[in-house]
């Protein structure tokens, strides 16, 4: 019987805009920390959803897409309006920051969209991790006394490494010698590691202990003007490592130690704890109290990065997992979808039909009667007649959603945690939020895009409880097409093998033991409880888009590493001299990637010089020279940036900002043409000084960085010339430069300005 059921094309429209204009800023591989329909509780406690969230320890972002059709089409609905307002004060005062955009602006304003989250998004470091919901490191806290021998501190901390133990706090007095244990501790594990403290004195003079008693390794300082990062072990600021975390990878350390822990309250320490991966973290303080009463080593767990699965489950913080792939020939293939999600309607159509629903009854039947388990279903009604259809079968299973009222919700998983319920069948509100340790299966009937929303649903049953032995995985396989195949535990993990109800993910010594088990032809119990046999197997298609482009290089970087024209290598992949080394289609769009291998290769298909000491000068020279008018914008950006630079080749940004602004203010105060109507410019009076910093980094100043000329160091906020270049221009050159950006500025407004003779565009 074939499960396809007919189903009439819908657009998701603004959503899928909204998604791909993210992409267009972030890369698709983060489009996979947009959580659509993300559900919420207002002041009155009634059921919402923000059409896209981004959600972590430290903030909560919520994007809302809104149009005339919102608010009853063209006329204008107060109501409407009104709860509207109520939705949004509750998620500020629930600390939600909420971003608004009309459909409108994503269809005809692109650009102004994607400038705006760049902005509003600029201060999250890797824009989260995915895996913020997982078990928080384990930690442990000592009050040793080290004033006669530091050895001890060193077997404790080598006793709670075993342990599984991942961070650890020193609370040791003054003078007592937490440094030196420190350092020799960070040499068990070898480079590189990251020492942190809050003054300049303080790293200084951990610094020279670093070198004293570990000088086989090299050392750097990272603080008020010294950059010294290159190097194995690295004592910085907070202040200054805080403005540079988009430098380092967040596993660029294997031991991180915080001096005086007791600071870590702060914002900036947060943020480092969570977005550095080392293998083990080190808190020092000789004042453990805070104002809250809240113990330090608290203060790191919730603060700190988060296990990972394969890495919790290890440690024996979750369960081991084990998965039985059900394959049904529902064909998905048609179901249009964008880099987070499929069309929601299209995937109703398609999945919400009797044949599959029975499959998944009849699996729970055949194998696992009788356990506590979670269905997540693809929406509230699929919820509720799969409930039913449980309950048809003997199972006491109840429908769970978003929408209920609290009371109600509240009595079914009360119901549920006292065993008076086998089955619950969730829609959205179990993703998070909700915790039954005794869940022992998860039948996933709900198809996703979205690595988030998996672990979300796969954590509802990871927890440990007395007697559970292992989760037990059902993943409903559906027919995909290639690029939109939906998660699931061997995709999550990249386990390519698989036997059925065999163990996925578990520690090292319980996977080779099964191994073993199914390679004498024998199976675990737990296997041949289910009904399943030792001898299946098969391997796993484990293709998945964004690994594959991982390491890639997109058109737009390619540009970049090669110092061409932004568009240069599009237009040549559109004419087919450059072949791309994986195609990505999604909707009406198509996206090119290419292997680092190949910049040698496709530098010298297309005579491109490489950006060399030799080189740059000449191309720097010609390339403000032979100037794009389409705007005025590049001459006076140009103009602007000598009149900004210091000796060393560096301009504030807040200075060469002021100064871009400054000359259409001038235009315009004297009554002159400013732009073009279509440049955003032309409104100068209408725009703020942010407005205006970020047009200037976003048009002028891209192009200067898109060759490798300029960089922007948002740490510091200035703008720097490359080194090699700025050694090689002269006085002479900067005159010419200056002659140059004024001969354009004269030749532009000539043609442009109507009082000047010329044919004003629109």
Request: include cysteine; aromatic fraction near 10%; charge should be negative.
């Amino acid at each position: 019987m074939n499960l396809q059921n007919d189903r009439s094309a819908q657009s998701s429209g603004a959503e899928d805009l909204f998604v791909d204009l993210f992409a267009q800023v972030f890369g698709f591989e983060k489009t996979q920390l947009l959580v659509p329909e993300y559900p919420v509780r207002d002041l009155l406690g009634n059921s919402r959803f923000i059409d896209f969230a981004i959600k972590s320890a430290a903030r909560k972002i919520a994007f809302e897409i809104d149009g005339p059709s919102h608010y009853g089409g063209m006329e204008f609905s107060v109501l409407t309006y009104e709860d509207d307002l109520l939705r949004q004060n509750s998620l500020i005062h629930d600390e939600w920051q909420v971003y608004r955009w009309t459909d409108r602006q994503l269809a005809h304003e692109p650009d102004a969209v994607k400038e705006q989250l760049a902005f509003f998004l600029a201060g999250i470091p890797g824009l989260l991790s995915l895996d913020d919901f997982l078990p928080k490191q384990s930690g442990a806290a000592s009050s040793l006394d080290l004033r006669t021998h530091q050895q001890e501190a060193l077997d404790w901390l080598a006793t709670i490494r075993v342990q599984g133990h991942t961070l650890a706090l020193l609370d040791h007095a003054t003078g007592s010698g937490k440094t030196f244990a420190a350092i020799r501790d960070a040499q068990r594990f070898g480079p590189r590691v990251l020492y942190v403290a809050h003054t300049r004195d303080l790293i200084e003079q951990t610094a020279a202990e670093f070198r004293a008693h570990w000088p086989e390794v090299t050392h750097g300082r990272l603080l008020g003007g010294i950059e010294e990062t290159d190097c194995d072990v690295l004592c910085a600021t907070i202040q200054s490592i805080s403005r540079r975390l988009s430098d380092f990878a967040p596993d660029a350390f294997r031991y991180l130690i915080i001096d005086e822990a007791h600071h870590a309250a702060a914002e900036s320490y947060r943020t480092l704890l969570g977005y550095f991966q080392p293998s083990f973290t080190l808190g020092l303080t000789a004042t453990p109290e805070r104002p809250d009463g809240k113990p330090i080593l608290e203060l790191f767990r919730d603060a700190a990065h988060r296990l990972s699965l394969q890495e919790a489950i290890q440690r024996g913080e979750l369960v081991p997992i084990r998965c039985v792939r059900v394959k049904t020939n529902v064909d998905l293939s048609r179901v249009r979808f964008n880099e987070v999600q499929y069309n929601r309607r299209d995937l109703e159509q398609t999945l919400l039909v009797p044949a599959r629903d029975q499959l998944i009854v009849d699996t729970y039947l055949e194998h696992v009667k009788g356990r506590k388990g979670v269905a997540f279903c693809v929406n509230v009604r699929h919820g509720e007649e799969l409930a039913a259809l449980f309950r048809q079968h003997g199972v006491a299973a109840r429908a769970v959603s978003g929408v209920m009222p609290n009371a109600e919700r509240e009595k079914v998983l009360k119901q549920y945690a006292l065993g008076q319920l086998r089955m619950l069948c969730a829609c959205d509100i179990l993703n998070e939020g909700w915790d039954c340790p005794d869940v022992e299966v998860l039948l996933m009937a709900r198809p996703t895009l979205s690595r988030i929303i998996y672990m979300q649903q796969l954590g509802r049953g990871t927890r440990k409880s007395p007697g559970k032995e292992s989760l037990l995985v059902f993943d409903f396989v559906d027919n995909p097409g290639r690029y939109n195949a939906s998660f699931n535990i061997h995709r999550l993990t990249g386990t390519k093998h698989y036997r059925k109800g065999g163990l996925v993910v578990a520690p090292d010594a319980d996977l080779e033991r099964e191994r073993a088990l199914f390679e004498r032809g024998e199976a675990p119990p737990i296997v041949l409880n289910l009904g399943l046999w030792a001898e299946d197997y098969e391997e796993v298609d484990l293709f998945n888009w964004q690994t594959a482009a991982r390491d890639m290089l997109t058109v737009s970087e390619l540009e970049s590493r090669l110092g061409v024209a932004e568009t240069f290598f599009w237009r040549k992949v559109q004419t087919g001299e450059l072949q791309p080394d994986h195609r990505l289609e999604i909707g009406q769009r198509t996206y090119s990637y290419f292997r680092k291998d190949r910049l040698d290769e496709i530098r010298q298909q297309f005579g491109i010089e490489p950006v060399t000491a030799d080189t740059i000068h000449k191309r720097f020279m010609d390339f403000c020279e032979d100037m794009d008018m389409n705007a005025s914008y590049k001459p006076v950006f140009l103009r602007a940036l000598f009149a900004s630079v210091d000796a060393e080749g560096t301009a504030d940004i807040e200075s060469l900002s002021r100064s871009f602004r400054d000359f259409y203010a001038a235009r315009s105060a004297d009554g002159q043409f400013v732009e073009r109507a279509k440049m955003r410019m032309s409104r100068i009076q209408d725009l703020s000084d942010a407005d205006v910093q970020l047009l200037m980094l976003q048009k002028p100043f891209r192009q200067f960085a898109q060759r490798g000329y300029l960089s922007y160091g948002r740490d510091v906020a200035r703008v720097r010339f490359d080194k090699r270049l700025w050694r090689c221009l002269s006085d002479d050159d900067r005159r010419r430069l200056g002659d140059i950006a004024d001969a354009n500025i004269w030749s532009y407004y000539t043609k442009h300005d109507p009082d000047a003779g010329g044919t004003p565009s629109s």
